[in-house]
Nanobody, 128 residues
């Protein structure tokens, strides 16, 4: 069992930056693939980015590629989402997720089905 807690959300102007953190507890995240998803107002949850257990592989939604960066610090049991050049359409609740590395081979990194553990979410609001 692993618990995930996101932090770092808030209000930022368009073009600005924000860094989200996802802190794990209960077990190490080092053997787990990690992902970020978001759900905007009136929208379904969508994939944002993911990183493999080793950090060697990353994946990004086309909408955020080049602007967002996922990283992890296993020593701190924490995953980060650096968000730059923010746009109003990035406004959403952002969720951190963790899953067994083996599930990527079944469902893929972009599927919520690959993640069994989810944080409570943190609100990101981008004003324009």
């Amino acid at each position: 069992q692993v618990q995930l807690v996101e932090s770092g959300g808030g209000l930022v102007q368009a073009g600005g930056s924000l860094r989200l953190s996802c802190a794990g507890s209960g077990r190490t995240l080092s053997s787990l693939n990690m992902g970020w998803f978001r759900q905007g107002p009136g929208k379904e949850r969508e994939f944002v980015t993911a990183i493999s257990w080793s950090g060697a592989s990353t994946f990004y939604a086309d909408s955020v590629k080049g602007r967002f960066t996922i990283s992890r610090d296993n020593a701190k049991n924490t995953v980060y989402l650096q968000m730059n050049s923010l746009k109003s359409e990035d406004t959403a609740v952002y969720y951190c997720a963790a899953g067994n590395a083996a599930t990527w081979s079944v469902f893929g990194s972009r599927s919520s089905r690959s993640y069994d553990y989810w944080g409570q979410g943190t609100q990101v609001t981008v004003s324009s």
